[in-house]
């Protein structure tokens, strides 16, 4: 005989597991079928990228401490390469990019170090920026020259031509993580999301003159009320 | 130009802007849950975000970057979706799961209930 203890627990459980259910939306079968593959990575998958002739997929990943960085065939989805720098946190790979180009490929890691990797040999790397805190951002410019970078403490341009590392922003206080950043299609500036704002910066005017002010074309903070 | 822009904290939403005049075009709110990715298609057709909570799976829904209009919502596994990418010709959708999977979606076979399970967006993306 069920204590009343007990039938409340079972009360409890079922009425969380229907809340749950009804919270959740089902998948329809519309849904399941549109499932092509699921690529199995040894650690969480934390970013993903297609080559620019889409032949090539690569995911980024490592949560464990068992990280790094995958590459598959797009059209057989048979592993190419798998790609490991490191041990412990370090091996964590947070972003991937392909250059537009197709020669490059890059990863950022849990430390904010980025590598450059040739695509095809696979077979060395090269650290182009080291230590700069959790990565959060890795972007290549539409011509393949310059890598855009954004971590927990800085927003950065690496010159592929000329080694050159800009720092176009710096961590000031707790909130202004660099979430995200992008180039503009044209490739002559960047868009910047820090915690609670978007900033634009001019490419040239930041690389000529380091901390200009004058480089940060404009920046757009966000309410925290909800506007109608 | 079009930015998809990221939201903050609390404020549970998703923001198109046009970079050229800085204006907003869109801004989808009422999200639930977390939301860690964002995608434009290459088309700039559509756009994808991706999230969920630890232990109650990931999600994904894609949108009409025109309208702000929802097209389809997939929920997988256990844990959130952290990365997206669409193929160069925007037919295939990679999801990077913390399940430990990149699933491969057909971008035209996603549909389903509309839903908007993410919280905030916390990516830009021309």
């Not at chain 1, 991937?96 to 890691?109: E, I, Q, W």
């Not at chain 2, 290459?42 to 994808?48: D, Q, V």
């Not at chain 2, 990931?58 to 997206?84: C, H, K, M």
Request: hydrophobic share 45%.
């Amino acid at each position: 005989m069920l204590t009343l203890l007990s039938k409340r627990i079972i009360l409890a459980l079922a009425t969380l597991f229907c809340l749950t259910s009804a919270a959740r939306p089902q998948n329809s079968g519309e849904n399941a079928a549109a499932l092509l593959a699921k690529l199995a990575c040894p650690d969480r998958v934390k970013d993903v990228a297609f080559s620019p002739d889409g032949k090539l997929l690569a995911a980024g990943y490592g949560w464990n401490d068992q990280g790094g960085a995958r590459i598959w065939n797009v059209a057989d989805h048979a592993i190419v390469a798998t790609l490991t720098i490191g041990k412990g946190e370090e091996a964590n790979i947070e972003r991937v990019a392909f250059s537009p180009d197709g020669r490059l490929f890059a990863t950022a890691n849990w430390n904010g170090d980025v590598m450059l990797w040739t695509v095809g040999s696979w077979s060395s790397h090269k650290v182009v920026v080291a230590n700069r805190g959790s990565s959060k951002s890795l972007t290549f410019s539409p011509d393949s020259t310059k890598i855009a970078f954004s971590s927990e403490d800085a927003a950065i341009i690496y010159d592929l031509r000329s080694g050159n590392t800009t720092v176009l922003a710096t961590r000031t206080n707790e909130r202004n993580s660099f979430i995200s950043i992008a180039f503009s299609p044209d490739g002559k500036s960047v868009i910047l999301f820090r915690d609670d704002a978007l900033q634009m910066w001019d490419i040239e005017s930041s690389l000529s003159r380091p901390g200009n002010h004058q480089a940060l074309v404009f920046s757009v903070r966000f309410q925290q009320t909800v506007t109608t | 130009v079009i930015a998809g822009g990221g939201a903050v904290y609390g404020r549970k939403s998703v923001e198109i802007w046009n970079v050229r005049d800085q204006k907003k075009l869109g801004d989808l709110s009422e999200f639930r849950s977390g939301l860690f990715a964002l995608a434009i298609s290459h088309s700039e057709k559509l756009f994808a975000v991706g999230g969920g909570n630890y232990g109650s799976g990931g999600d994904l829904s894609v949108w009409s970057l025109a309208e702000s209009r929802q097209i389809g919502f997939v929920s997988f596994g256990e844990f959130p979706i952290d990365g997206l990418a669409f193929s160069p010709d925007d037919n295939v959708l990679a999801a990077a799961s913390d399940d430990g999977f990149v699933l491969l979606y057909a971008v035209d076979r996603i549909r389903g209930p509309q839903v908007k399970k993410q919280d905030f967006a916390c990516a830009v993306r021309f």
